[in-house]
């Protein structure tokens, strides 16, 4: 059974909304560690194959394992913990401080305790860079800090994967390159990551895979360096020169 | 239910059809009632919502404190205070006065938050272009008030048609009053004479707000009625 | 120069407000317990100013208002003068009757307001998540709120003898502290009334609290329940308090209609008053005070919660009848 070896495991992955099929066929593994990065064009279905991962909407056909187990026979709340999730809009919980956002998870789903969970949260926040912001509400960070704020949520479940939809689209430019460098350090320290972005400087210094995903179905995918000098399908190659003439390049802001 | 209660309910039923003519005599005095009302109170309160946002600093407060005891009084006392009290004679004159009185300081509040949610360049571009104050209010702040306020206008005719109902109390014919005295001959078609008032409101709503609806689309600013 | 005079203005008007509020808190408190322990002080409904005072300002008041008569405006002016002047008197006796009544005022109001929350939690969630149930709810809230409450009321109270006669025989019911069946069935009336507002009430502020909230509260591991139980509700409720207030406001004043079914509340009381001594106009406006205080005390007390629970960001929705 190969598919034990790997983290992730997506095979023949296949979601329709009504009579529109969003998820043809798709199939890709990930072990941990990776990074891997998925890019293509509005509404491709990358956010709802990432959607499918953790259960956020559910899918006909194939199979999705997580650590050799088919999701699809978990837990769907157990699945969840065990996967991180950051948002495109933040999603920050706007009734809650950066600290009570982040303890949330670990106390109300893991059952620690307040002082624990308080704990946890102070220890992620100090990870992402926001230690002294930990009682500020949502609506008093920028969009930088939200951000940061959503990723330490995300951390404090322990999780085995995390899934980024798009988590600088929504950023004005100057603050991209906070949210990039604590991805980037997440990387570093050996989080498995599975991330839309259009931040080619990003995926091209950090992924150790990119996938490209047109009309629900991967045209292809390769390491970084291989897929921008030698794309072998002329959609990614047209894909490719149109990010890199709106994004400048393969440098990070 | 029981066949017995059915047919009771039948005979009932057929009483409030017998009756339904009595019944709608009571829809033009409540019509009549609510718009009168709504006009003493349009009237009234627009002018009061101006003077409390671009008033002295007196005369907003006073605007204000008036608002604020008009609103905190029920209807049944200001109508009894018209008709009883100052003797304001027929009753559909006092009942005018009372919803008229309270709407006007309904009206002034959904219209001071019509003009507080216009953008504040606006009166300063009123006032570049050579207005005075006096003229930039009411040329330009007013009418964009006006389109705004009418969302809040169909809230207060609701109100106001629903409470015409309490002028029975002043032995005003309007549709309660003729649900009521129905009453007494068949005691048990109650329900169903309250159904049917119901209905008759329901209509008087719907057909009012119809109305309304077709206000703001003819007079309504593209995007300028959207005051979140 | 002028901000500081500004506020210094509102710190004046403040502190008075306070003052006068509280001065009529502490008397209506110890109306009520006064009248609690059978008139311990005073008799229940006796005022605490001589009878010798009342006549003293209505005569007082009498003589200010002939002042000027064929003068046009002053005339006028003094007349108001007077009338006020006669109006402390004629408080002074019967405030005390009104303060008695009013209790019952706040009974039916915050009872009513309460159950007719607990009515309409069910209520919206049916209206939001029903199936068969959504149609039921939804015609109940829109009979409700499209007919007057008057009408409501004598459905109740005329049209469903069985109802009047069930509570009658309910064992205690007008009988010591256990108000009388006319105040029960007003009590239905406002609870079925409030129940069906409240209840699109907390449906807008459901539907206010974007949908990417409980998506997140999903992705961290809450189930639906938990979701909706520590991210959707606790910001729901704070985008439902304007409404609240709106709510309590409007109960406070329309359980003056609970007087068409006998109930002995503010204005019931203000009528009998008035036939009495046919100072109408007297006896109405002190009930309007009443009605006043009760209303500015809520609104005020409601806006100090409001306050108290507020986070910056989740804003107040203003929304109300
Ligand atoms: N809830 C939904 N109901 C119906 N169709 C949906 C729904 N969500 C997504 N879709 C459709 O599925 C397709 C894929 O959507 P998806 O959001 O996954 O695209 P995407 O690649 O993430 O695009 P974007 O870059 O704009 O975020 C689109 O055609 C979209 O219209
Ligand atoms: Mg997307």
């Known amino acids: ?253 | 239910m029981t066949a017995a209660a059915l047919s009771l309910a039948t005979a009932d039923w057929t009483y409030v059809w017998q009756n339904l003519g009595t019944l709608l005599r009571g829809v033009w005095p409540a019509v009549r009632l609510t718009g009168t009302a709504l006009l003493a109170g349009f009237l009234v309160g627009v002018p009061l919502g101006a003077l409390e946002v671009y008033g002295g600093r007196r005369s907003a407060w006073l605007a204000r404190k008036a608002g604020v005891a008009v609103r905190g009084t029920p209807i049944l006392v200001i109508m009894f205070i018209t008709y009883f009290g100052l003797g304001l004679s027929p009753a559909f004159v006092a009942a005018t006065a009372a919803l008229g009185v309270r709407s006007a300081a309904y009206q002034a509040q959904v219209f001071r938050g019509a003009l507080q949610s216009i953008d504040r360049g606006q009166m300063e571009a009123a006032r570049a272009v050579g207005l005075s104050k006096l003229g930039a209010i009411r040329h330009v702040m007013i009418p964009q008030g006006l389109r705004r306020f009418v969302p809040g206008f169909q809230n207060e005719y609701t109100i106001v048609l629903k409470d015409t109902s309490i002028a029975f109390a002043i032995s005003y014919t309007e549709i309660f009053y003729q649900m009521y005295n129905l009453i007494p001959q068949q005691t048990t078609a109650t329900p169903e004479l309250f159904v049917t008032a119901a209905a008759v409101y329901l209509a008087l709503t719907l057909v009012g707000n119809r109305v309304l609806d077709y206000v703001d689309d003819a007079f309504g600013v593209p995007d300028g009625g959207a005051s979140q | 120069m002028s901000a500081e005079r500004e506020r210094r203005h509102a710190d004046l008007e403040r502190g008075l407000t306070y003052a006068i509020g509280g001065a009529i808190w502490l008397w209506l408190c110890f109306r009520w317990l006064n009248s609690w322990l059978g008139g311990v002080v005073v008799g229940p409904t006796e005022p605490l100013v001589p009878q010798s005072f009342a006549t003293a300002t209505e005569s007082l008041g009498a003589t200010l208002g002939a002042v000027g008569d064929g003068v046009p405006l002053v005339a006028t002016g003094f007349d108001l003068v007077g009338w006020a002047v006669g109006m402390v008197g004629f408080a002074s006796q019967y405030g005390p009757q009104l303060a008695v009544a009013a209790w019952l005022t706040v009974v039916l109001t915050v009872i009513s307001t309460l159950v007719g929350l607990v009515v309409a939690v069910p209520l919206a969630a049916a209206r939001v998540y029903g199936r068969v149930t959504k149609y039921v709810a939804f015609v109940y809230i829109e009979l409700i709120r499209g007919t007057p409450l008057v009408a409501q009321l004598f459905l109740l109270y005329y049209g469903a003898p069985f109802l009047s006669k069930f509570i009658r025989e309910v064992p205690g019911v007008g009988q010591g502290i256990v108000p009388a069946q006319a105040v029960w069935i007003a009590i239905i009336g406002f609870v079925i009334n409030s129940s069906a507002y409240q209840a699109e009430y907390i449906r807008g502020s459901v539907e206010s609290v974007d949908p990417g909230q409980l998506t997140a509260a999903r992705a961290v591991g809450l189930d639906k329940l938990g979701g909706i139980r520590y991210v959707v509700l606790p910001q729901a409720l704070r985008y439902a308090i304007p409404s609240w207030t709106n709510e309590l406001v409007y109960l406070i004043k329309y359980s003056s209609l609970a007087m068409f079914i006998t109930v002995p509340e503010i204005f019931t009381q203000a009528d009998s008053i008035g036939s009495e001594t046919f100072a109408y106009t007297n006896a109405y406006v002190l009930a309007a005070g009443f009605y006043l205080v009760l209303v500015v005390t809520a609104s005020y007390g409601m806006s100090k919660v409001e306050a108290e629970v507020a986070i910056p960001g989740v804003g107040s929705s203003d929304a109300g009848r």
């Open chain 1, 1 to 253: 059974m190969s598919r034990n070896d790997h983290l992730l495991t997506v095979e023949d992955l296949q979601k329709s909304y009504g009579d529109e099929l969003v998820l043809d066929g798709i199939d890709f593994t990930m072990d941990a560690q990776d990074v891997q990065v998925l890019i293509g064009p509005s509404g491709s279905g990358k956010s709802t194959l990432l959607r499918c991962v953790n259960r956020l909407t559910e899918f006909e056909g194939g199979t999705i394992s997580l650590d050799g187990e088919d999701v699809m026979a978990m837990d769907v709340n157990e699945l969840r913990r065990q996967v991180g999730m950051v948002f495109q809009d933040f999603n920050l919980f706007a009734h809650l401080s950066a600290r009570e956002n982040v303890a949330l998870g670990p106390r109300r789903v893991l059952g620690k305790s307040k002082a624990e969970a308080n704990d946890r949260a102070l220890d992620e926040l100090e990870r992402v860079g926001l230690a002294d912001q930990a009682d500020s509400y949502p609506a008093e960070l920028s969009g930088g800090q939200k951000q940061r704020v959503g990723i330490a949520r995300a951390l404090a479940m322990d999780p085995k994967l995390m899934l980024f939809d798009e988590p600088t689209s929504a950023l004005d430019p100057e603050l991209i390159g906070e949210v990039l460098g604590v991805m980037r350090e997440l990387a570093d320290e050996g989080m498995t990551m599975l991330c839309v972005t259009h931040e080619m400087g990003f995926a091209r210094q950090v992924a150790t895979d990119i996938m490209f995903l047109e009309d629900g179905r991967l045209v292809e995918h390769g390491d970084p360096e291989r897929l921008f000098t030698d794309p072998r399908h002329e959609r990614t190659e047209q894909f490719l020169r149109r990010l890199t003439e709106l994004h400048g390049g393969g440098s990070e802001s």
